[in-house]
Protein backbone atom coordinates (compact mmCIF):
# COMPACT_ATOMS: atom_id res chain seq x y z
CA UNK A 1 0.00 0.00 0.00
CA UNK A 2 1.65 3.36 -1.05
CA UNK A 3 1.58 6.67 0.62
CA UNK A 4 -2.05 7.75 -1.37
CA UNK A 5 -3.46 4.52 -0.39
CA UNK A 6 -2.77 4.74 2.96
CA UNK A 7 -3.87 8.52 3.26
CA UNK A 8 -7.74 7.11 1.96
CA UNK A 9 -7.48 4.26 4.63
CA UNK A 10 -7.26 6.76 7.63
CA UNK A 11 -9.32 8.81 5.79
CA UNK A 12 -11.91 6.57 5.81
CA UNK A 13 -11.47 5.33 9.25
CA UNK A 14 -11.46 8.47 10.83
CA UNK A 15 -8.33 9.12 12.80
CA UNK A 16 -10.48 9.95 16.24
CA UNK A 17 -14.45 9.29 17.21
CA UNK A 18 -16.24 10.81 13.70
CA UNK A 19 -15.25 9.26 10.66
CA UNK A 20 -13.17 11.72 8.48
CA UNK A 21 -14.94 10.44 5.78
CA UNK A 22 -18.10 12.10 6.90
CA UNK A 23 -16.98 15.58 7.86
CA UNK A 24 -15.47 15.36 3.89
CA UNK A 25 -18.64 13.92 2.89
CA UNK A 26 -20.89 17.22 4.64
CA UNK A 27 -18.06 19.51 2.84
CA UNK A 28 -18.58 17.94 -0.75
CA UNK A 29 -22.31 17.33 -0.86
CA UNK A 30 -22.48 21.40 0.51
CA UNK A 31 -20.16 21.87 -2.95
CA UNK A 32 -20.92 19.71 -5.50
CA UNK A 33 -23.53 18.15 -7.39
CA UNK A 34 -22.83 15.33 -9.55
CA UNK A 35 -24.78 14.36 -12.78
CA UNK A 36 -25.46 10.81 -14.22
CA UNK A 37 -22.24 10.96 -16.77
CA UNK A 38 -20.11 11.99 -13.05
CA UNK A 39 -19.55 15.62 -14.06
CA UNK A 40 -19.40 17.94 -11.15
CA UNK A 41 -21.28 21.04 -10.86
CA UNK A 42 -22.50 23.11 -8.07
CA UNK A 43 -19.64 25.37 -6.66
CA UNK A 44 -16.99 22.41 -6.99
CA UNK A 45 -17.80 22.56 -10.74
CA UNK A 46 -17.32 26.50 -10.66
CA UNK A 47 -13.71 26.05 -8.55
CA UNK A 48 -12.89 23.80 -11.23
CA UNK A 49 -13.80 25.56 -14.28
CA UNK A 50 -11.46 28.38 -12.79
CA UNK A 51 -8.69 26.17 -11.45
CA UNK A 52 -8.32 24.14 -14.96
CA UNK A 53 -8.55 27.93 -16.99
CA UNK A 54 -5.51 28.43 -14.24
CA UNK A 55 -3.58 24.92 -15.53
CA UNK A 56 -4.35 25.03 -19.61
CA UNK A 57 -7.62 22.81 -19.50
CA UNK A 58 -9.38 20.60 -17.17
CA UNK A 59 -7.85 18.31 -18.07
CA UNK A 60 -4.81 19.26 -16.01
CA UNK A 61 -6.88 18.58 -13.10
CA UNK A 62 -7.08 15.74 -10.88
CA UNK A 63 -10.98 15.44 -11.74
CA UNK A 64 -10.92 11.77 -11.86
CA UNK A 65 -10.00 11.50 -7.90
CA UNK A 66 -12.82 14.18 -7.23
CA UNK A 67 -14.77 12.12 -9.28
CA UNK A 68 -14.51 8.88 -7.56
CA UNK A 69 -14.57 10.60 -3.92
CA UNK A 70 -18.12 12.78 -5.34
CA UNK A 71 -19.36 9.36 -6.34
CA UNK A 72 -18.24 7.32 -3.08
CA UNK A 73 -19.40 9.84 -0.44
CA UNK A 74 -22.30 11.81 -2.22
CA UNK A 75 -23.84 7.84 -3.32
CA UNK A 76 -23.53 7.50 0.57
CA UNK A 77 -21.45 4.11 -0.60
CA UNK A 78 -19.26 2.60 2.34
CA UNK A 79 -16.11 0.76 2.16
CA UNK A 80 -14.26 3.14 0.53
CA UNK A 81 -10.94 1.61 0.67
CA UNK A 82 -10.95 -1.62 -1.73
CA UNK A 83 -12.05 -0.94 -4.61
CA UNK A 84 -11.11 2.70 -4.90
CA UNK A 85 -7.64 1.95 -3.51
CA UNK A 86 -5.84 5.12 -4.10
CA UNK A 87 -8.67 6.74 -5.80
CA UNK A 88 -10.05 7.73 -2.32
CA UNK A 89 -7.13 9.34 -1.31
CA UNK A 90 -6.48 11.40 -4.29
CA UNK A 91 -9.65 12.19 -4.26
CA UNK A 92 -8.78 13.63 -0.61
CA UNK A 93 -6.00 15.79 -1.91
CA UNK A 94 -7.73 16.88 -4.93
CA UNK A 95 -10.94 18.48 -2.40
CA UNK A 96 -7.96 19.59 0.00
CA UNK A 97 -5.96 21.31 -2.94
CA UNK A 98 -9.92 22.93 -4.48
CA UNK A 99 -10.27 24.46 -0.87
CA UNK A 100 -6.87 26.01 -0.44
CA UNK A 101 -7.53 27.34 -3.83
CA UNK A 102 -10.61 28.76 -2.70
CA UNK A 103 -9.49 29.72 0.59
CA UNK A 104 -6.31 31.93 -0.76
CA UNK A 105 -8.12 33.20 -3.85
CA UNK A 106 -9.05 36.30 -2.82
CA UNK A 107 -6.26 37.68 -0.49
CA UNK A 108 -5.70 41.24 -0.96
CA UNK A 109 -2.37 41.21 -3.45
CA UNK A 110 -1.91 37.68 -3.85
CA UNK A 111 -3.72 35.49 -6.12
CA UNK A 112 -3.78 31.49 -5.66
CA UNK A 113 -1.81 29.06 -7.52
CA UNK A 114 -3.46 25.97 -7.97
CA UNK A 115 -2.19 22.69 -5.69
CA UNK A 116 -0.97 20.02 -6.30
CA UNK A 117 -3.32 17.66 -6.18
CA UNK A 118 -6.12 19.40 -7.52
CA UNK A 119 -3.72 20.15 -10.56
CA UNK A 120 -2.85 16.58 -11.92
CA UNK A 121 1.28 16.12 -12.05
CA UNK A 122 2.67 16.66 -15.04
CA UNK A 123 5.97 15.37 -14.37
CA UNK A 124 8.35 12.27 -12.12
CA UNK A 125 9.19 15.34 -10.19
CA UNK A 126 5.70 16.92 -9.62
CA UNK A 127 4.30 13.27 -8.66
CA UNK A 128 7.08 12.60 -6.11
CA UNK A 129 6.12 16.11 -4.89
CA UNK A 130 2.47 15.02 -4.63
CA UNK A 131 3.63 12.16 -2.34
CA UNK A 132 5.67 14.47 -0.15
CA UNK A 133 2.51 15.72 0.14
CA UNK A 134 0.59 13.33 0.58
CA UNK A 135 2.54 12.29 3.04
CA UNK A 136 2.70 15.43 4.93
CA UNK A 137 -1.24 15.47 4.93
CA UNK A 138 -1.57 11.91 6.52
CA UNK A 139 1.32 13.13 9.06
CA UNK A 140 -0.72 16.07 10.17
CA UNK A 141 -4.08 14.28 10.96
CA UNK A 142 -1.63 11.89 12.90
CA UNK A 143 0.08 14.58 14.98
CA UNK A 144 -3.33 16.63 15.53
CA UNK A 145 -4.89 13.26 16.44
CA UNK A 146 -2.13 14.08 20.01
CA UNK A 147 -2.89 17.41 20.54
CA UNK A 148 -5.20 16.13 23.76
CA UNK A 149 -2.51 13.54 24.43
CA UNK A 150 -5.27 10.50 24.50
CA UNK A 151 -3.51 8.77 22.13
CA UNK A 152 -2.60 5.79 24.16
CA UNK A 153 -1.62 2.23 23.62
CA UNK A 154 -5.43 1.39 23.50
CA UNK A 155 -6.31 4.28 21.59
CA UNK A 156 -3.68 3.28 18.55
CA UNK A 157 -5.08 -0.61 18.72
CA UNK A 158 -8.48 1.11 17.85
CA UNK A 159 -7.23 3.16 15.14
CA UNK A 160 -5.32 0.47 13.44
CA UNK A 161 -8.24 -1.92 13.72
CA UNK A 162 -10.25 0.56 11.66
CA UNK A 163 -7.45 1.30 9.22
CA UNK A 164 -6.99 -2.31 8.78
CA UNK A 165 -10.36 -2.81 7.56
CA UNK A 166 -10.29 -0.43 5.17
CA UNK A 167 -7.63 -2.20 3.34
CA UNK A 168 -4.40 -1.13 4.57
CA UNK A 169 -1.49 -3.92 4.55
CA UNK A 170 1.50 -4.80 7.00
CA UNK A 171 3.74 -2.94 5.87
CA UNK A 172 1.23 0.36 6.00
CA UNK A 173 -0.30 -0.61 9.87
CA UNK A 174 3.92 -1.06 10.42
CA UNK A 175 4.27 2.76 9.26
CA UNK A 176 1.25 3.96 10.69
CA UNK A 177 2.15 1.97 14.60
CA UNK A 178 5.58 4.19 14.39
CA UNK A 179 3.96 7.15 13.19
CA UNK A 180 1.58 7.42 15.87
CA UNK A 181 3.60 6.91 18.48
CA UNK A 182 6.14 9.45 17.76
CA UNK A 183 6.53 12.57 20.16
CA UNK A 184 4.91 15.56 17.69
CA UNK A 185 6.38 16.75 15.39
CA UNK A 186 4.34 20.28 14.65
CA UNK A 187 7.69 22.21 13.85
CA UNK A 188 8.76 19.52 10.72
CA UNK A 189 5.05 20.43 9.57
CA UNK A 190 5.76 23.74 9.59
CA UNK A 191 8.62 23.86 8.24
CA UNK A 192 7.74 21.51 5.21
CA UNK A 193 5.21 23.72 4.45
CA UNK A 194 7.01 27.12 4.54
CA UNK A 195 6.75 29.47 2.03
CA UNK A 196 3.79 27.44 0.04
CA UNK A 197 0.62 28.54 1.61
CA UNK A 198 -1.76 26.46 -0.72
CA UNK A 199 0.05 23.11 1.32
CA UNK A 200 -0.09 25.16 4.77
CA UNK A 201 -4.33 25.12 3.88
CA UNK A 202 -4.11 21.24 3.16
CA UNK A 203 -2.29 20.36 6.09
CA UNK A 204 -4.03 22.94 8.69
CA UNK A 205 -7.61 21.54 7.10
CA UNK A 206 -6.38 17.79 7.12
CA UNK A 207 -5.61 18.01 10.64
CA UNK A 208 -9.16 19.77 11.32
CA UNK A 209 -10.50 16.09 9.20
CA UNK A 210 -8.78 14.02 12.34
CA UNK A 211 -10.51 15.25 15.44
CA UNK A 212 -13.92 16.10 16.52
CA UNK A 213 -12.05 19.40 18.08
CA UNK A 214 -13.83 19.38 21.04
CA UNK A 215 -11.63 19.65 23.55
CA UNK A 216 -9.57 23.01 24.90
CA UNK A 217 -5.76 21.14 24.37
CA UNK A 218 -7.55 20.60 20.27
CA UNK A 219 -8.63 24.44 20.14
CA UNK A 220 -5.30 25.46 21.46
CA UNK A 221 -3.30 22.87 18.97
CA UNK A 222 -4.70 24.63 15.99
CA UNK A 223 -4.59 28.21 17.15
CA UNK A 224 -0.99 27.52 17.60
CA UNK A 225 -1.13 25.08 13.75
CA UNK A 226 -2.58 28.18 11.66
CA UNK A 227 -0.40 30.72 13.40
CA UNK A 228 2.98 28.85 12.84
CA UNK A 229 1.75 28.01 9.47
CA UNK A 230 1.13 31.71 8.90
CA UNK A 231 -2.40 31.50 7.94
CA UNK A 232 -4.55 35.01 8.46
CA UNK A 233 -8.21 34.58 10.36
CA UNK A 234 -10.45 35.17 7.20
CA UNK A 235 -8.28 32.12 5.58
CA UNK A 236 -8.67 29.74 8.83
CA UNK A 237 -12.72 30.76 9.50
CA UNK A 238 -12.97 30.19 5.34
CA UNK A 239 -11.33 26.50 6.25
CA UNK A 240 -13.67 25.92 9.08
CA UNK A 241 -16.99 26.81 7.54
CA UNK A 242 -15.93 24.59 4.26
CA UNK A 243 -16.11 21.84 6.99
CA UNK A 244 -19.12 22.90 8.81
CA UNK A 245 -16.94 23.88 11.62
CA UNK A 246 -17.34 27.18 13.97
CA UNK A 247 -15.25 29.66 13.18
CA UNK A 248 -11.66 28.89 15.47
Known amino acids: MNIEDLLGAVTQSGMRSQSSADR ?3 SLGGWASQGPSGALGGKLGDILNEAGRAVGGNRNLAI ?11 GGRRGL ?8 GGGVMALLGAMAYQA ?4 PGQ ?12 SEAEKAELARNSELVLKAMINAAKADGRVDEGEIRRILGKVQESGADAQALEYLTA ?5 METETLVGAARGNPELAVQIYSASLLAIEVDTPEEKRYL ?14 RRIHQELGLPAS
Open 24 to 26: LGK
Open 64 to 74: GGLGALAGALL
Open 81 to 88: GGALGGGL
Open 104 to 107: LKNR
Open 111 to 122: GSRVPLGLAAPQ
Open 179 to 183: ELKKP
Open 223 to 236: AVLAEALGLEPEVT
